[in-house]
């Protein structure tokens, strides 16, 4: 059981500020909403956080959500932590989340002060920390006033239980305001988590300018759009796939498995090889091109997918032809 970190670890990783903060994040990091809950095999799950951690992936991104159920991706997490990584805290960014429904009644969902502070501390216990890294509002909620929202957030900095705070899928306009709220608060916001992938290309429509402006960090998840952008689907939607899983909650379904999206990805394939990446590693190193990005969020379902994803980071550069030919496939 006992794990010793691979001493290399820090060798091949690229490490980017996060917007105009002190923090810097590993380009690929990596986010447990799938394979982490209480019905997932756990040596697998500490297979997949040891593999990333020795290949220098410092981030892994939680939610008070994840599993199933809900909370026991954080217990896996804490599990896992208190065997192996406990040690290194240090050298962990480590991040939840709060806004989407999480306990009965009027208190556990959405974003009011009531759900964020209690949220937290919950995830605090359940992975066995003192404090998270980074902590996110998970969603808008239209219907509390964002003043208290941020608030909340600027609270939870102020008493120690996160030392950053951020925002998931805000709007461009939603975020501004946020940024100003809590930069008046005194606490900036550090980074907007939105999804992003070549399938979702929303936030080039004015978020990333925001971003930039506010001096925030960008880290999209679902960059492989949910193992669509990868070739797992091109020959029929294989056993164990997050397809076949039917997981509910906003996981990828056979029905959005259409052959419109399967004959881009196909033709994607053919370019990623051209450039000696597979699919998955050219998705992500497209996501990377931009430096307004500071990670890919990434999930995995087994360690040989870390290494593979990894190797985006060997080729990051786009020809002006390579790009036209990624538009006019997505166009198509
Ligand atoms: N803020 C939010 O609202 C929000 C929402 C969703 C996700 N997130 C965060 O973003 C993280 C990543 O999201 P995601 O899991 O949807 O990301 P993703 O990277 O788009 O999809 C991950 C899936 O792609 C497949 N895959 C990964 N690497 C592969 C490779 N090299 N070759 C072939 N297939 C590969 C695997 O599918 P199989 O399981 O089929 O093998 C894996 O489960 C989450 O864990 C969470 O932390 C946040």
Redesign the pocket.
Known sequence: MNYLPNSQRYQNMEYRRCGKSGLKLPAVS??????FGAIDNLENARNILRLAFDNGITHF???NN?GPPPGSAEETFGRIFKDDFKRYRDELIIST?AGWPMWDGPYGDLGSKKYLVASLDQSLQRMGLDYVDIF?H??PDPETPLEETMAALDLIVKQGKALYVGI??YSPSETAQAAEILKNLGTPCLIH?P?Y?MFDRWVEDGLLDVLEDKGMGCIP???????L????YLKGIPE????A?HRGN?AIEEDQITDDKIAKVGKLNELALKRGQ?L??MALSWILKDKRITSV??????PE?VT??LRCLENLSFTQDELQLINSILAE
């Open positions: 990596l986010g447990l909403w799938h394979n991104d939680l939610a994840y989340k996110y998970h969603r998931s899928s988590q999804k992938s998840f679902s960059p492989l759009a949910q193992g952008l990868t070739n797992k164990g796939s997050r397809a899983n906003g597979n998955a590693q969020l990434i999930g995995v379902s087994k997918q593979d994803s």
